[in-house]
């Protein structure tokens, strides 16, 4: 009985915490792999899509270190979250958050798309 009850004591506390860090775990607007980058410009394709470089714009690696935009090479894998100037439907998208993944990562897992 005394085991049982442990357990369910146990139950009580792992439960909420499992669900926390669930919920805190990092989502991106967009992933995809990284076609080209344009630093002249201020741009980058990824998945096929064209995003402007935001003047804050933070890279981190696969440790979670902030790293510079050299680090970011054509044919990484990348979650991305982004920002618009002016309406949406025809301002272009800033990306001022960008995570570096693992090449074996499945990117349809990380997106919230």
Same mark, same amino acid.
């Given at each position: 009985?005394?085991?049982?009850?442990?357990?369910?004591?146990?139950?009580?506390?792992?439960?909420?915490?499992?669900?926390?860090?669930?919920?805190? %775990?990092?989502?991106?607007?967009?992933?995809?792999? /990284?076609?080209?980058?344009?630093? %002249?410009?201020?741009?980058?394709?990824?998945?096929?899509?064209?995003?402007?470089?935001?003047?804050?714009?933070?890279?981190?690696?696969?440790?979670?270190?902030?790293?510079?935009?050299?680090?970011?090479?054509?044919?990484?894998?990348?979650?991305?979250?982004?920002?618009?100037?002016? %309406?949406?439907?025809?301002?272009?998208?800033?990306?001022? %958050? /960008?995570?570096?993944?693992?090449?074996? /990562?499945?990117?349809?897992?990380?997106?919230?798309?």
């Amino acid at each position: 009985m005394r085991t049982l009850k442990t357990l369910i004591a146990i139950l009580f506390i792992a439960l909420p915490t499992l669900s926390y860090a669930a919920d805190n %775990e990092p989502r991106f607007e967009f992933a995809g792999t /990284v076609d080209r980058i344009d630093v %002249e410009n201020d741009a980058i394709i990824i998945g096929d899509m064209l995003f402007r470089i935001s003047p804050g714009l933070t890279i981190r690696d696969t440790r979670q270190n902030v790293v510079n935009l050299g680090k970011l090479q054509n044919g990484m894998k990348v979650g991305i979250n982004t920002y618009s100037r002016g %309406e949406p439907s025809n301002a272009p998208l800033y990306v001022n %958050e /960008v995570q570096i993944f693992r090449s074996n /990562v499945n990117l349809r897992d990380i997106a919230d798309n």
